[in-house]
């Protein structure tokens, strides 16, 4: 299966919060808030653990950097 890409993402939620299912080749639930997504995961009887969650997704053309910072010394 063809995973969902995130500029497909991009296009359509903009702005939302967007579950796929385990392997990330369909989406399952959007909404603006988690609550939103978590009741339409409850009504399609989806346990948290079998999704993963995106958001808020990003407008298209957005450019993000996400980065961690540790102060483990090794």
């Known amino acids: 299966m063809k995973k969902v890409s995130y500029a ?3 296009k359509k939620y903009s702005g939302k919060l967007v579950a796929l299912n385990s392997v990330q080749s369909r989406v399952v639930a959007v909404g603006k ?8 995961m409850q009504q399609k009887n989806l346990k948290p653990s079998d999704t993963v969650l995106f958001g808020p997704i990003q407008k298209a053309g957005a450019i993000n950097v ?4 540790s102060n483990k010394n090794n």
Do not use: H, T
């Open 33 to 40: 808030r988690i609550d939103e997504v978590y009741k339409k």
């Open 66 to 69: 996400f980065f961690s910072i």
């Open 8 to 10: 497909q993402l991009q």
